[in-house]
């Protein structure tokens, strides 16, 4: 019976470093880590009202406002950073640029018709607090660029799906509050 006392001391010890982990799990856990889900934007609490004032955009393109729109207000509505409001007072208004846009095709099908698309945006946007005097305070500023290549037919819907990444990027940015 000399393989009884080695076995429970090998199963001791393997409770002891089961129990080691446990606590090293339980102890890491107050590292001030969180996932962003929660994190606060650069706009505060969730409860604060933001409204689009304006897009600028020097494309010819023109459904690149509501697209840009569209997907903007989807992604603060899906990460509850603000409270999307159409009209009225808000208190936060933010004005976007679209400073550069291009949307390539180059790869052709035998009928000649665009099957891949390269595109790249890059977009500025300004986020302004709204005073006492009803006079916006510059609250925070931001510029992405995304670029990337998309298997469509259609280069609406190509742009559609890169507006849609720039739209993610700007949300990301809105949790940078640092």
Known sequence: MLWLPEFSRM???????LLLC???AAVSGGCGYAPAGGAPS????REATLTLVSIEQP???PWVNYTLRSSLRDEIASRNLAVWVDEGEADYSLRLRVEALTMRSSVRSRLD???LYSGSVTISAVLYRRGSDNNGREAWRTRVSYSDTFESGD???AARLLFAQAARLL????RHTF
């Open 11 to 17: 199963f001791s010890a393997k409770r002891t470093l």
């Open 22 to 24: 446990l606590l090293l």
């Open 42 to 45: 650069v706009m505060g609490g």
């Open 59 to 61: 494309t010819v393109f």
């Open 113 to 115: 018709a665009p099957l």
């Open 155 to 157: 280069e609406e819907n």
């Open 171 to 174: 949300a990301d940015r809105m």
